[in-house]
């Protein structure tokens, strides 16, 4: 399992496969592939060229690519029109953009 220090920023750029569980304390942004599972306690960025096969863990996330799996982000969550997202959500915030595609549900448990 991959591990980034906190306050540091993690990018897998696009051309780029990951393999596996991929865990950190810091930013995140991918515009390659992933599959395996993805968490940080900070925020994740998924660029349009993206292709991630995961359960996804974030507090804070901007998804313009494609998830494939259950996605959990603490805070807030912005689907932009090129986003398309397989699976559950469960946000305290949700922005989605005219475009986006999901398919699955979509749970809010906001925070007081």
Known sequence: MAHAQAGSETIIAQGVKVEGDFKSNGDIAIDGELNG???????????????????????NAVIAGVIVGNI????G??????SNVTGDIVTSRLSIAEGAVVNGRISMNGKE
């Open 77 to 82: 969550l912005q689907l932009h029109a090129s």
């Open 37 to 59: 599972s993805l968490a940080t306690v900070a925020s994740l960025h998924i660029g349009e060229s993206a292709v991630i096969h995961a359960e996804v863990s974030a507090k």
């Open 72 to 75: 959990h982000v603490e805070d």
